[in-house]
C-alpha cells in the first residue's frame, strides 16, 4: 500500500478514535476500533486486556528489537470545550476531537508507518507495535504490564506530539505526601506549636530549595508545593498540615535519589513517596535513531511532560505530529497536514534506521 493510502487510512481511523469515549481504563471500544485496522490490513495481531499489539512480518529473535508505541486513552474533556469533544470535525484544515493530538496523531502515524515496513524482508531490527491503554493514568494494565508479554526490547519510539522534533530526554515524576507537625489545641490559648503557621516556613523551604545537579537536556529539577490542606473547624488549631509535593525529575538523579534528599534535607516531619516507577527518560545523542532523525532535519530538546517512556528500561525516542501545549486544552485539534507529515517522517527516519544500507 502507498503512503499516500495509509494515509488516507489513518485519518480516517482517528476520526472514529474521536468519536469513540476511550478515557482511561474504558478502551474496549477503542481497542476494537484499533484491531479492525490489523484486520483490514492483514497484519496478525493480540490483545491484552485493551493493549493491542503485533510484529512485523518476519520477526527474528536474533535481530534487536524496537518498540513503537502509542497511547490510545484520553483524559476527560474539560469544562471550557465549546465544540463536541467527541465529534471529530475539520476546520481549516484543523481535526478537532478530544484525542486528536494527545496522542491519536501519534497513533494513527505510527500505525502506518509499522504497516509501511509489516511486510519487509530483511530488516536490521524487529518491529513491535503496541496501542496501549492507561497512559493518562499511569494505570496498571498499559504499557508497562506489556512489557513481560511482549519480545525483549533494545529501544523504543514512544509516540507524543512533539511537533515531529526529537525529545531525547524526559522528565521523571515522584510524588510525595507530607506532613508538617503541630500541637492541636484550642484556638483561643496560646500555641506556640501551631501546625499551620509552621508550614510556612516549610513551605518557604521548599520553594527555595534547588537540587545541585542539572540535565544538558533537561536542565534542573522542577519541585512544586501543589496541595494543602488542614483543619476541620474554626475553633482548633489542627494537629498537622498536610502536602503533596510534585517533583519532575531530571536525568542526572535516580526518583530514589531525591527521596533520599528530600528525606534527609526537609524541614517536613514525613514526607513519602507514593511511587518511585515513574523515571525519567534518555537517549544517547550518538543513537542512530537520534542521528537518523536530526539527518532528516530533526532537533533535539528535553521534554517536561511525562509519557510511557517512564515504564520503559530500555532507551527511548519520544516523537509525533502534533503539539504538546493543545493536549489537554479545550477544542483539542491536529492539523491534518501534521499526520501527513509525521507519517513521512517516520518512514523516513526508520528507512535509514531498520533497512538494509
Not at 38 to 51: A, R, V, Y
Request: charged letters at 20%.
Amino acid at each position: 500500500m502507498n503512503v499516500e493510502k495509509l494515509t488516507e487510512n489513518a485519518i480516517s481511523l482517528l476520526t472514529k478514535l474521536i468519536e469513540t469515549p476511550s478515557f482511561s481504563q474504558e478502551e474496549e471500544n477503542t481497542a476494537l476500533l484499533i484491531s479492525e485496522w490489523f484486520l483490514q490490513h492483514d497484519i496478525p495481531f493480540k490483545s491484552t486486556k485493551n493493549n493491542i499489539w503485533a510484529v512485523n512480518k518476519y520477526f527474528d529473535e536474533s535481530k534487536p528489537t524496537l518498540l513503537l508505541n502509542s497511547h490510545h486513552d484520553t483524559v476527560k474533556p474539560n469544562s471550557a470545550y465549546t465544540k463536541n469533544p467527541f465529534k471529530a470535525s475539520v476546520e481549516d484544515g484543523k481535526l478537532y476531537g478530544l484525542g486528536s493530538n494527545d496522542a491519536g496523531g501519534c497513533l494513527v502515524s505510527l500505525l502506518a508507518a509499522f504497516t509501511n515496513f509489516y511486510p519487509a524482508e530483511n530488516l536490521c531490527y524487529n518491529l513491535v507495535i503496541v496501542a496501549s491503554a492507561e497512559e493518562e493514568n499511569s494505570g496498571k494494565n498499559g504499557l508497562n504490564s506489556m512489557l513481560p508479554i511482549l519480545p525483549h526490547i533494545d529501544v523504543a519510539i514512544v509516540g507524543e506530539p512533539t511537533l515531529m522534533q526529537l525529545a531525547v530526554a524526559e522528565k521523571g515524576l515522584v510524588v510525595f505526601d507530607a506532613v508538617v507537625a503541630g500541637t492541636p489545641s484550642h484556638a483561643a490559648h496560646t500555641n506556640e506549636h501551631n501546625a499551620i503557621y509552621n508550614s510556612i516556613e516549610v513551605l518557604q523551604w521548599f520553594k527555595d530549595f534547588k537540587f545541585e545537579k542539572k540535565s544538558d537536556a533537561l536542565g534542573a529539577v522542577k519541585m512544586t508545593v501543589t496541595q494543602i490542606s488542614a483543619g476541620s473547624q474554626h475553633n482548633v488549631v489542627p494537629a498537622h498540615v498536610d502536602l503533596v509535593i510534585d517533583v519532575r525529575v531530571n536525568d542526572a538523579y535516580s526518583n530514589e535519589e531525591i527521596t533520599a534528599i528530600l528525606q534527609k534535607e526537609s524541614p517536613c516531619s514525613k514526607i513519602t513517596p507514593r511511587s518511585l516507577r515513574l523515571n525519567s527518560s534518555a537517549i544517547a545523542i550518538d543513537h542512530e535513531l537520534v542521528k537518523a532523525g536530526i539527518a532528516i532535519g530533526r532537533d533535539t530538546y528535553g521534554s517536561p511532560t511525562l509519557s510511557d517512556q517512564a515504564v520503559l528500561s530500555c532507551q527511548s525516542l519520544k516523537l509525533g505530529p502534533g503539539d504538546s501545549t493543545r493536549s489537554h486544552s479545550a477544542n483539542e485539534f491536529i492539523y491534518l497536514q501534521e499526520i501527513e507529515e509525521g507519517i513521512r517522517l517516520y518512514i523516513a527516519l526508520l528507512n535509514r534506521v531498520i533497512t538494509q544500507k
